[in-house]
């Protein structure tokens, strides 16, 4: 007899679980869509009970952090708390019914935690500072950003961490490309869109966060860091203008990694628009 | 697959634990630290529901912490509202509306999510001044002088070991209160915005005496400085004057017996809010009657009411009189004007008879005891299911007193919902534990009183002074009566007795 509570890691980015959605504004019942800086927004998560034993006053709890591509419970807030009943085989939806409001400086990117805790299928014991979604069926991860596309530069600050008492050595890379299936673009509120042909995309990654656009050759596809037990670091990604016809959309993903294995990641979601 | 069909269709309310009383209007406080979520949730369809279970999802506020549990129904009847509760940790909480999501799933249906608002105030007592602040979005009503006709000093023994009552348990009669509203912001107009848009701003008043009331019982029951309230202090200028006889709360560790000096409280405090009347209070109706000036913005509005019983000490259900004296003012950006008014109020809420049936004869070890009762309206019409929230008290033969729910939901002794009989049960054989264990006895004559509070049946869509005249939380039926005359008997009277037999 056990009970397995699960939160399905994304496809094929753990980070974008299909599992977690924003609805924003005042309604929790609206339509999913992106969060608006300063706006509220509501955070819903779907867990289900693969195992034979019912788990009773489950606990949800639903944090965000900075756009990072390694997300901490210390660098995290928690947004709420939410309780669920599952029977074996039940999936449920779960409404935090504390509305969130994401943050101004990061104009609405924010990245999205949830965990099912419940006794009969505890997470380890003292929880580590890595909430480390791939290791663990009750955590999943939701880092997927819409980001529309202006005349010009673009710049967006990642943040990288290293958990307490670890020191990190990461490299940060971008990739482009893949498509997203039609669940994950209605969760994001472009339930219409299709992927664009696109075969390059003028991305870079640097420490400087300037706008500067007379170095825009030398930019790299990837930084190496080193960091300290419990420090963090600014990457920033750059992104150029791109020619992108109406209603499609091109996948942008920042990746980290460790000499083992991918730590984190952020996806955006590039679509063309009018700049303000 | 069919969503479940429950719907919760009032406003869900705050029951006291310690009293298990429901505070004024339902509202939430963040001075008592725990309070229990309580609504009722209705099958709306017309078929039995199977297997149902029911939970809290969660509350709209990082400071209110609820402790997760479910409940299982193996039926609900159709049309039947069944009572539901969850005890929250309120400390933290922040005022104003608040969302809290309940789930609801029948066996082969899908779950039904219901959001409803509750209301949550701040009150809080300056130590120094002695002053009370209860504080919501739309302002903050500061109380700085709160006389109240306390209990007497020589008490009425109801029986041998209440015979040294400590006067510490109340009731406190409203007898004078200095109040003044500040509201956020200074509004311009005749009126400004209602207390959460729904009640008068009477009611915050209400609460303040209500809190000031549970804090003194628990102080006495479990000692100053206890977990159970984040505010201290009782209240001004004490007179003795009244009587109800009620036992000594925390006599007997583990009793209900806080119930009865809650319900004393309950029926004093909410004297306070009959004389302010529930048509309109004297803010709205001194807003009336002093439009300001073009331009002026009111930036704070005192009242000074006192308070006086022509027909003697208040009682629930019963259409008694306050007489009150208040002076409304309103303090503007440019000027001061005033409205006074001395008038009687009478209580409207009140029962048209309530009866009690329990068997003469019970056998401890046989079965549950069962204890049904019937409160009726002023027109002789029964209250049914959702209006009310009822309970009753079980007094052994040694005076400990044992809680015991009502509820008219069509489940297990109830027969029938809906049709105006509350039921409860208790099982002896677990009592007869508990009385062991305190070496009281089991068998001889016990006393069952009933109590009943209404339920705010006010709906979002209301207009917001419509929705102010509709008031929740008083007493509507109690077997507790107060007096201010010594040479009564025991007002603490039992509507039904039986003799158990084990």
Redesign the interface.
């Known amino acids: 007899m056990s009970t397995v509570l699960e939160i399905r890691d994304g496809e094929p980015h753990w980070w974008n679980s299909p599992d977690i959605w924003v609805v924003p504004g005042s309604d ?2 609206g339509s999913p869509g992106q969060p608006i800086a300063g706006e509220s927004a509501f955070l819903w998560g779907r867990v289900r009970n693969t195992g034979d034993q019912t788990a ?2 489950a ?1 949800v709890d639903f944090y965000w952090s900075n756009p990072a591509t390694g997300v901490l419970r210390s660098n995290s807030t ?8 599952l029977n074996p085989g039940d999936t ?1 939806e ?6 969130w409001i994401p943050e101004i400086v990061n104009n609405g990117h924010e990245c999205v935690v949830a965990d099912v805790i419940h006794s009969s299928d505890p997470l380890p014991t003292p929880l580590p500072d890595e909430f480390d979604p791939p290791s663990y069926h009750q955590i999943a991860q939701k880092n997927l950003t819409v980001l529309v596309m202006k005349k010009s530069m673009m710049v967006m600050a990642v943040q990288v961490a290293a958990p307490i008492r670890k020191e990190k050595v990461l490299l940060v890379m971008t990739e482009f490309g893949g498509t997203l299936d039609k669940f994950d673009l209605v969760q994001a509120g472009l339930e219409n869109y299709r992927p664009a042909k696109c075969n390059s995309l003028k991305v870079g990654l640097s420490l400087d966060p300037s706008c500067d656009e007379s170095n825009k050759e030398r930019l790299g596809k990837e930084i190496k860091l080193h960091l300290k037990p419990g420090t963090a670091k600014a990457v920033y990604l750059k992104v150029w203008p791109q020619e992108l016809k109406p209603m499609t959309y091109v996948l942008l993903h920042v990746i980290s990694r460790d000499e083992h294995k991918i730590v984190g990641g952020i996806t955006y979601i590039i679509i063309s628009g009018k700049e303000d | 697959m069919d969503i479940t069909p429950m719907d919760i269709r009032n406003r869900p309310f705050s029951v006291e634990p310690y009293t298990n009383i429901m505070l004024p209007d339902g509202i939430f406080d963040t001075a008592l630290k725990k309070q229990r979520i309580t609504c009722f949730y209705t099958n709306t369809s017309g078929a039995t529901l199977h297997e149902v ?1 029911i ?8 400071g209110i912490l ?1 402790v ?3 409940y299982f129904f193996p039926e609900i009847k159709p049309g039947a509202s069944v009572r539901v509760s969850w005890l929250a940790d309120f400390e933290n909480g922040t005022p104003g509306k608040k ?3 309940f ?1 609801a799933q029948a066996k082969g249906m899908s ?1 039904v ?1 219901t ?1 409803k608002q509750i209301f949550v105030s701040k009150t809080t007592r300056d130590t120094v001044t002695g002053e009370y602040t209860c504080t919501v979005e739309e302002g903050t009503l500061k109380i700085s002088n709160m006389e109240v006709i306390g209990p007497k000093d020589k008490w009425q023994p109801c029986s041998e070991r209440y015979k040294e009552c400590r006067p510490t348990k109340g009731p406190w009669l409203p007898a004078k209160m200095s109040m003044t509203f500040y509201p956020n912001p200074s509004y311009a107009g005749v009126h400004g915005d209602l207390p959460f848009s729904d009640p008068w701003w009477k009611i915050l008043a209400w609460i303040v005496a209500a809190i000031a009331a549970i804090v003194a019982i628990v102080a006495a029951a479990l000692g100053e400085g206890t977990a159970g309230t984040a505010v201290g202090g009782t209240f001004d200028e004490t007179t003795g004057d009244v009587d109800c006889c009620t036992p000594d709360p925390g006599g007997i560790p583990g009793d209900d017996s806080m119930t009865v000096a809650g319900v004393a409280s309950a029926i004093a405090t909410g004297a306070a809010a009959v004389g302010l009347s529930d048509d309109a209070d004297p803010w709205w109706r001194g807003q009336e009657a002093t439009p300001p000036a073009k331009g002026e913005l009111t930036v704070a509005e005192p009242v000074n009411v006192s308070f006086d019983y022509p027909s003697g000490a208040p009682n629930a259900g019963v259409p008694y009189p306050v007489h009150v004296k208040w002076e409304y003012q309103r303090i503007t950006t440019g000027s001061t004007y005033t409205h006074a008014i001395e008038e009687t109020q009478k209580n409207i809420h009140v029962n048209g008879g309530v009866e009690v049936e329990v068997p003469s004869v019970h056998h401890a070890f046989e079965k549950p005891l069962v204890i049904k009762a019937r409160f009726k309206r002023e027109d002789g019409k029964l209250f049914v299911g959702e209006y009310l929230y009822a309970f009753s008290l079980l007094r052994s033969p040694d005076d400990m007193y044992f809680l015991v729910d009502l509820a008219d939901d069509g489940i297990q002794h109830d027969d029938k919902p809906n049709d105006g009989t509350y039921t409860g049960s208790i099982h002896l054989e677990e009592v007869y534990r508990i009385l062991l264990k305190h070496k009281l006895k089991l068998e001889g004559l016990w006393r069952v009183y009933v109590f009943a509070q209404d339920v705010n049946d006010a709906t979002p869509d209301m207009l917001p002074q419509i929705a102010a005249e509709r008031i929740g939380g008083f007493m509507v039926a109690s077997g507790l009566q107060l007096t201010f005359d010594p040479t009564l008997p025991c007002p603490l009277q039992a509507q039904a007795t039986l003799t158990v037999v084990s």
Do not use: M, Q, W
């Open positions: 929790p019942n009773s006053g606990r928690l947004v709420g708390s939410a309780f669920v009943d449920k779960v409404l935090c019914v504390i509305p | 279970t939970y809290l999802e969660g509350v709209g506020d990082p609820p997760a549990h479910s969302l809290v999501s789930i779950l999510r959001l």
